[in-house]
């Protein structure tokens, strides 16, 4: 007796052959080596340093630094007379993205974690929490990597672009420590459903568990509300924030290569989504 995979189950051609390519890439042990050292040093090491560090001729790694430069996994620059070798932020969630895809690890995720933070307290936002929210915003603008804008929306444009019933507050101790919130993607009838979301955390209380138990509220919420498709745009270089999607039953859609410019600079984003299992 014979069967067949169903369509929505069958890997494309095109996403097979460029997976393809990156694993490819990477089946030369030296090139593994040489993508972890080059990934592990955030401002970027120099083609004569990864030499040494391997052990072996510069003319060999500037090969094996070309290899991976050509599918994407690293950039290349030159200061002075050094040629300086950094990661691409991108390849560090596309290719666990492409594991992923072809390991069909992508059902659906159980939301959420059980391990939320004791101490953490969720509630609904209230009119005087905006202060808080707005200086919770600016702190995680501060960080370069958590939004494309540079300024605090006012009270009034925040206000009219969440959803009411979808904007929640974290405390500890009486003390407001982080929000989240969802926004409609769309005034059409039919995205009803669909919203964007976001979530910041106090400076001082990073690392908590603080985004993890916002979340746990949000998603869960907005299940009982019948939102049925939530979706966030993270910055490649904000593995953590990535990481806390995950976490809460987003998965990694892809990533959008220079996305939108923020103090002129061009960034990649990646899209997350959540599917609801309720609606």
Partial sequence: MTSTLPSDRVLPDNDAAT????FACLAEPVR???????????????????????????????????????????RVRKERTA????????????????????????????CCPADLPADVSVRALEPQDWPAVRRIYREGLATGIADFATAVPNRTTLDASWLPAHRWVAEIGGETVGWTAAAPVSAQPHFAGVAETSVYVAEGHRGRGIGKALLHRLVTAADEAGLWTLQASVFTGNR???????????????????FARRDGVWHDSVLLERRSAVV
């Fill in 19 to 22: 997976y393809a390519g990156w």
């Fill in 32 to 74: 593994v080596r040489l993508l972890h050292a080059v990934a592990t040093s955030p401002e970027g090491i120099t083609v004569g340093a990864l030499a040494e560090f391997l052990g072996t001729s510069q003319s060999t790694c500037s090969h094996h630094v070309r290899k991976l430069a050509e599918i994407g996994f690293v």
């Fill in 83 to 110: 040629t300086v070798v950094t990661v691409n932020e991108a390849c560090c969630t596309g290719l666990p993205h492409a594991a992923d895809v072809v390991m069909g690890a992508l059902a659906p995720r159980p």
């Fill in 240 to 258: 953590a924030a990535v990481a806390l999607h995950h976490a809460a039953g987003y998965r990694t859609v892809g990533v959008r290569e220079r």
